[in-house]
């Protein structure tokens, strides 16, 4: 305790010494009736209240910096309360169809919550669970084109208002037509810089 409120203490007695050095060049009369000359102080009454200040004021100092942490955390709390919340391990997973086994012809649905093994790092094995339901189904992403309106008449009638047109070509696995395999609804995740990612899903 003592060894750490020590450098506070210098610093706070140096800095005292500095006003008390002002303080005797503007005011000569008043320092020397307590006997102040430059830095230095010949009272000894006056040189324990000196000290005695440097003291105190390191203690504050010191009470007000190991109290930062507990005050910023106090304003986090405030201002940004989902910083200080714990987030859980999160990965993204990729769930596709197997080509190979034709007996899955329509959709097949991953409910909510079903436990997902990663493969093992140096022994170390991760489990996961869904955080939502995905629904699969057997196709495949065969193709992907980002193409300028400017370059295909077609394009341009398809999207008059558009510079560009994301193309995505789905192929069904094992010759299945799209109505057979009761496609709804598909949900696609943009692999990518953040940034780009997020600001591609904006565009519509």
Known sequence: MLESLLPYYER???HLRELSGEFARRYPKIAGRLQMEGDQCADPHTERLIESFALLAARIHKKLDDDY???A???LNVLYPHYLQPIPAATIVQLECDPARP???RRYRVERGQM???????GVVCKFRSAYPVDLY???????RLELTSGSAYLRQLAPDAAAVLTLELQTHGGLSVS???LESLRFFLDGEPAQSTLSTQIS
């Open 103 to 105: 007996e899955i012809t």
């Open 12 to 14: 706070e007695l140096g």
């Open 73 to 75: 955390e106090s304003f």
């Open 180 to 182: 057979a395999i009761g």
């Open 69 to 71: 942490p507990e005050v």
């Open 116 to 122: 997902v093994q990663a493969p093992a790092i140096n």
């Open 138 to 144: 057997p196709l495949s992403l065969s193709e992907v």
